[in-house]
Nanobody, 125 residues
Framework: QVQLVESGGGSVQAGGSLRLSCTTS??????MAWFRQAPGKEREGVAS????????IYIDSVKGRFTISQDNAKTTVYLQMNSLKPEDTAMYYC????????????????????WGQGTQVTVSS
């Protein structure tokens, strides 16, 4: 199975920025996404990108602050996170699938077949 390798997590103060990266070791998936899971909470979809077109979708709480994008080789996906808030603190996971998803499923954990190991993001007030 293709490995997803994440990087870029860390600790910042509220209002700061971080950029997460996820590399697929050369394989191009149909769709990739970022999820996050805070302690005691369910994992939630944050942003997703359809690789062929670059079309994106976000949860409401990050719209205008986070941007998901990809590199020209279509094997690395980024999550630029600006204006970070303490409530953004979580383990962030990269995920990928070759399934074509309708909008309803684009941020659902059960539609993604390959997952990275996670990278921690901590935002202090």
């Amino acid at each position: 199975q293709v490995q997803l390798v994440e990087s870029g997590g860390g600790s910042v103060q509220a209002g700061g920025s971080l950029r997460l990266s996820c590399t697929t070791s050369g394989y191009t998936y149909s769709r990739m996404a970022w999820f996050r899971q805070a302690p005691g909470k369910e994992r939630e979809g944050v942003a997703s990108i359809y690789i062929a077109s670059g079309n994106t979708i976000y949860i409401d709480s990050v719209k205008g602050r986070f941007t998901i994008s990809q590199d020209n080789a279509k094997t690395t996906v980024y999550l630029q996170m600006n204006s970070l808030k303490p409530e953004d603190t979580a383990m962030y996971y990269c995920a990928a699938t070759d399934e074509l998803l309708s909008t309803y499923y684009m941020l659902r954990t059960d539609r993604y077949t390959n997952w990275g190991q996670g990278t921690q993001v901590t935002v202090s007030s």
